[in-house]
């Protein structure tokens, strides 16, 4: 196993503090917006407009956008560590693309909303096998044929997407638009709820993998020579990022560059050791995203606007010129 | 000479020919012929609007939404929303186009011009101009006499509703969209309601004629009444979500009504539509 500089008391301290930047984010966030809200009306009046406001409507939001956030990251890491690539994104690979078209199209059938997120789930898969079969050249996967598959494969599903659009009714026309730019808005709690036991799950098995995933970004070969099975890891890693990921796509539809992002903010941070990497990643995504969802909805709420802007609007806004820094960083100098 | 003598008959039929349709002309107008013959309504408030004043042999072609009255299925169809079908509407031949100001692709519209059709364009934007519309549309197909006798029962059936409600001042929101929530702002029919029935649109002072909402502002707005005109056919499915606002007096008392939002296009059925919600009122 690799020795890191980090002792366990340092790292659980490190966690320990994010997870309270997470508490308090989400306490902050679902406070501030386009009402302002008194807390003794929240607390104690629970038949006033203030509680009903924050617990129907910025809550279930602000929770969404954690759960989102985390799966995004989280996901973002584990394909970067999957595919041996730091421009490994579930958005720029088309994972969410291919996720976002198999939801659209349960949805345009009308099937309830657990079946829903299955077909999300089964579609992020299997763009994920296709994806991999494409990219994949002599059994390495060179960056470049990585991108232009992930360009490829979503402008693909984009397409398809739109064509359901333009043949559903007016109102689903809408609801299809929504998720093509990814909101979190108006979400019942039994969906979060349902959304939240899938990331958890997930992020739980790939926890368990995490000093494996270090082991794996050594290369195949020397993961195997150190005792790992490379084979079933990866399987194991494909699966629960594929399950998260899908689940997040068919609640809030395509938000981008977060599993971009964020990895390499925490690699900057405290260096790309998984075991702290992972939780660290996902806790700062949670609380990444719920900043960013709440200056979406706050930022144009100015009389002349009155509108909420998509969140996937704002994180492409800052994801897209990051990813032309990461693309463009000197070459020779380590990703990792 | 001989040339002269021959040339004598083709004059005179030359001058028959003239006297035939000088007659004709002169006789053509007083007969009151319908000028156009072959109509295409791209709107489906248009479509209406012509059949209440009994062009429904004239009408060539209409859209797709065009659904009212029954008979308007069965025309040919050659546009959707905004989109139309600029090759099937030359192919058509017709000798009149009718469209609104509102939701009209320029681009297409701009080919039809070049061929040299006629196109008119109304504005159906609020009531006021509806009515203008309609007068002009009348004015256009020579159906004055019907559209004035429509228009006369139109307003004294307004008028009478007036009288009817005097109860209360009501706040009222009208909800045009689910995804996003979308709101009637001002200057529309559903804003104009409040000419003729004693009800307040609570997104009151805004510039724009539909407002994006969001759950918490439409909270805060708390209105008494909130009549849902979105095209989702499940009734109230997306308004579920609201039953956890039990602040708002509308969802305490159980006051969202659906209203059909075909009886707010821009035809004479608009006051059906203020009918159905001073009925709504009244409960």
């Known amino acids: ?336 | 000479m001989m040339n002269l003598r021959v040339a004598w008959k083709p004059m005179i039929k030359q001058i028959l020919k003239f006297l035939f349709l000088f007659l004709f002309f002169l006789i053509f107008p007083s007969l009151d012929l319908q000028a156009y013959q072959r109509i295409i309504s791209l709107k489906p408030n248009i479509t209406e609007i012509l059949f209440s004043l009994g062009l429904e042999d004239e009408i060539i072609a209409v859209t797709r939404y065009c659904d009212f009255p029954k008979q308007a299925q069965q025309k040919e169809k050659v546009a959707d929303f905004i989109q139309i079908d600029v090759e099937r509407i030359i192919a058509l031949k017709p000798d009149l186009i009718l469209s609104s100001k509102e939701n009209s692709v320029k681009k297409s519209y701009r080919l039809l011009k070049e061929r040299g059709l006629e196109i008119h364009f109304f504005d159906f934007g609020n009531f006021e101009n509806t009515l203008k519309s309609i007068r002009d549309i009348s004015a256009l197909l020579k159906r004055k006499q019907q559209a004035d006798k429509l228009i006369h029962d139109l307003e004294s059936r307004l008028a009478s509703l007036q009288t009817q409600n005097s109860n209360s001042k009501k706040r009222v929101l009208f909800l045009v969209g689910h995804y996003p929530l979308m709101a009637a702002g001002s200057d529309n029919y559903f804003s104009e309601a409040a000419r003729w029935l004693n009800i307040e649109n609570v997104t009151g002072e805004t510039q724009l004629k539909y407002i994006k909402l969001t759950t918490e502002h439409l909270v805060t707005l708390k209105p008494d009444i909130i009549f849902d005109l979105s095209m989702g056919k499940e009734k109230y499915a997306e308004l579920k979500r609201l039953n956890y606002f039990q602040s708002v007096p509308a969802v305490k008392n159980n006051k969202i009504y659906k209203l059909p939002i075909e009886l707010f296009r821009g035809s004479f059925r608009l006051v059906e539509g203020y009918e159905r919600i001073a009925s709504y009122l009244l409960q």
């Open chain 1, 1 to 336: 196993m690799l020795r890191t500089h980090f002792s366990l008391r340092k790292l659980l301290g490190f966690l320990f503090l994010l997870c309270l930047v997470y508490l308090l984010s989400s306490f902050l966030c679902a406070l501030w917006g386009e009402q302002s809200l008194s807390w003794t009306n929240i607390l104690q009046d629970s038949s006033s407009t203030d509680h009903e406001i924050f617990f129907y409507s910025r809550l279930p939001r602000v929770l969404l956008a954690g759960i989102v956030g985390m799966a995004l990251s989280a996901g973002g890491v584990s394909f970067q560590c999957l595919l041996r690539n730091p421009l490994a994104d579930p958005f720029i690979l088309g994972v969410s693309g291919g996720a976002a078209l198999g939801s659209v199209l349960a949805m345009s059938l009308k099937m309830p909303f657990i079946i829903v997120t299955m077909a999300a789930f089964a579609s992020a898969i299997l763009s994920m096998f296709l994806i991999y079969w494409i990219a994949s050249y002599r059994g390495n996967l060179p960056v470049h044929t990585l991108l232009l598959t992930g360009v490829i494969f979503n402008s693909f599903t984009f397409s398809m997407i739109m064509l359901f659009n333009s043949l559903a009714s007016f109102e689903e026309a809408h609801r299809i638009w929504y998720m093509m730019v990814g909101s979190l808005a108006n979400e019942s709690y039994t969906n979060i709820a349902l959304v939240a036991v899938l990331v958890v799950t997930s992020l739980f098995i790939l926890f368990q993998t995490t000093a494996d995933m270090n082991l794996l970004s050594l290369g195949e070969e020397n993961a195997q020579s150190l005792g790992a099975d490379p084979k079933k890891l990866r399987r194991r890693i494909f699966f629960a990022s594929s399950l998260m990921i899908g689940a997040c796509v068919s609640l809030s539809g395509l938000i981008g560059f977060v599993g971009l992002f964020v990895p390499h903010m925490m690699r900057l941070l405290i260096g790309s050791d998984h075991r702290l990497l992972l939780p660290g990643s996902a806790l700062f995504g949670g609380i990444f995203l719920i900043f960013a969802d709440t200056a979406s909805r706050t930022l144009f709420m100015s009389d002349s606007y009155q509108t909420q802007i998509p969140v996937g609007v704002l994180t492409a806004l800052l994801g897209g010129p990051f990813f032309v820094y990461l693309l463009k960083r000197k070459r020779g100098q380590a990703l990792w």
